[in-house]
Each structure stands twice: as structure tokens, then as C-alpha cells.
């Protein structure tokens, strides 16, 4: 089966960190364009990081700096290090793979919750 | 990177037809998509490219895109439609991903 599974969410202090996996099943992570997303409480979706298959990497401007994507082949797995991070940085984070060919998301994991709180 | 303007809610009753924009610069020159979200759930995509459904999405959803609007449209709504509709496109300068901010629908 096709699917993503993503974990390492949970509650952390202003400041810290945290890394999230992601798993895939059925396809290979590194022969896709892998992405992070997430959403606010009650809020939208909002983009936050991307890899290309060829390895290089963007972020969004709020996180630029402070998160890093990166990926382990072996594991088949993509993962986000997020470090210095606050309270505005709580989210569900959904990892997701990008058709390029038209630039949209077709699969999405279940999301992991990142709560930043004292 | 541009901006998608989306109506914070609308509503419908069953068995119509519901309309939700999305609107930006000449976004009519942009790729758009669309994706559904229950609560609770992950975005699940309902049109990609404008006017395409991906397999298992009912004929009711359909798309339009052009001059500074693009639209979704779901025909004969259900019950089971209400949910946060969201359109995409992709910022080819910046390399990412623009959400627009999303519309609940309401099934009266």
C-alpha cells in the first residue's frame, strides 16, 4: 500500500527541538519531490519545507534557518529537525509527495502534532 | 510569492450547487488545485490542473480557471461534502507551494 506515516510530534519548550520522521511505503522517497506541511490549530495549510529527488532543499521564510530537511535512503524515510522552536510553530505537520509534473500533493500522511508550550 | 483569496465560508443547501473562488494575479496563467478536509482528517485532493479529477472523485466536483479567478464547483451537494475546501497553485520563482486560505462549506 501506498502511504506515508509520519512521527516524533509532542510537546516541547520554547527554544527547543524536535525531529519528525516520515516513512513511506509503496514508492521511494528519494525518486520524488517529498514536502512538509502543516496546519495551526484551526487554521490553514501553510508550506513548509520541500526536497527534490536531486537532494536540494527549501523552506519557508518563518522557518528558514531554524528547521532542515533531510532525508536517510536506506530507511526510505524523510525527516524535519526543527530547533529554536516557538509557540507559533505548533502544528500538525503533514508530510506529503508532490506530482511535479503539474506541481500538486497527492498523497499526504496522517500528520503528527507539535505543540510548543511552557 | 502570491496570495490566493479564498471566502472564509459558504453555504448551500442539498441538492444544489455550491461555488467556492479562489482568487489571484492572473492566476488564470497558474496551475490550480483543489483538495477537500474533514475535521479531523488530511487534505484529500478533489481537482488538480485546473479542471482534472482524480480517480474515485465523484463528477459533481469540478473545476474552472481563468483571468484572476479560479473556481471549484460541486454539484447536487451532499451532506457528506461539508468539509474545509483549500486551492494550491505552486510559486515556480520561490519553489513552494501557495495555499489559499481556505473555505468552509456549510450544508444547510
Known amino acids: 500500500e501506498v502511504q506515508l506515516i509520519e512521527s516524533g510530534g509532542g510537546l516541547v519548550q520554547p527554544g527547543g527541538s524536535l525531529r519528525l520522521s516520515c516513512e513511506a511505503s509503496g514508492f521511494t522517497v528519494r525518486s520524488n519531490y517529498m514536502t512538509w506541511v502543516r496546519q495551526a490549530p484551526g487554521k490553514g495549510l501553510e508550506w513548509v519545507s520541500s526536497m527534490y529527488s536531486g537532494g536540494s532543499t527549501y523552506y519557508a521564510d518563518s522557518v528558514k534557518g531554524r528547521f532542515i530537511v533531510s532525508r536517510d535512503n536506506s530507511k526510505n524515510t524523510l525527516f524535519l529537525q526543527m530547533t529554536s522552536l516557538r509557540a507559533e510553530d505548533t502544528a500538525i505537520y503533514y508530510c506529503?509527495?508532490?506530482?511535479?509534473?503539474?506541481?500538486?500533493?497527492?498523497?499526504w500522511g496522517r500528520g503528527t502534532l507539535v505543540t510548543v508550550s511552557s | 510569492s502570491f496570495v490566493l483569496t479564498q471566502p472564509p465560508s459558504v453555504s448551500v443547501a442539498p441538492g444544489k450547487t455550491a461555488t467556492i473562488t479562489c482568487g489571484g494575479n492572473n492566476i488564470g496563467s497558474k496551475s490550480v488545485h483543489w483538495y477537500q478536509q474533514k475535521p479531523g482528517q488530511a487534505p484529500v485532493l478533489v481537482v488538480y490542473?485546473?479542471?482534472h479529477r482524480p480517480s474515485g472523485i465523484p463528477e459533481r466536483f469540478s473545476g474552472t480557471n481563468s483571468g484572476n479567478t479560479a473556481t471549484l464547483t460541486i454539484s447536487r451537494v451532499e451532506a457528506g461534502d461539508e468539509a474545509d475546501y483549500y486551492c494550491q497553485s505552486w510559486d515556480s520563482r520561490s519553489d513552494q507551494a501557495v495555499f489559499g486560505g481556505g473555505t468552509q462549506l456549510t450544508v444547510l
Open positions: 490542473d485546473d479542471v
Open positions: 506529503a509527495r508532490v506530482v511535479i509534473t503539474y506541481w500538486y500533493i497527492d498523497l
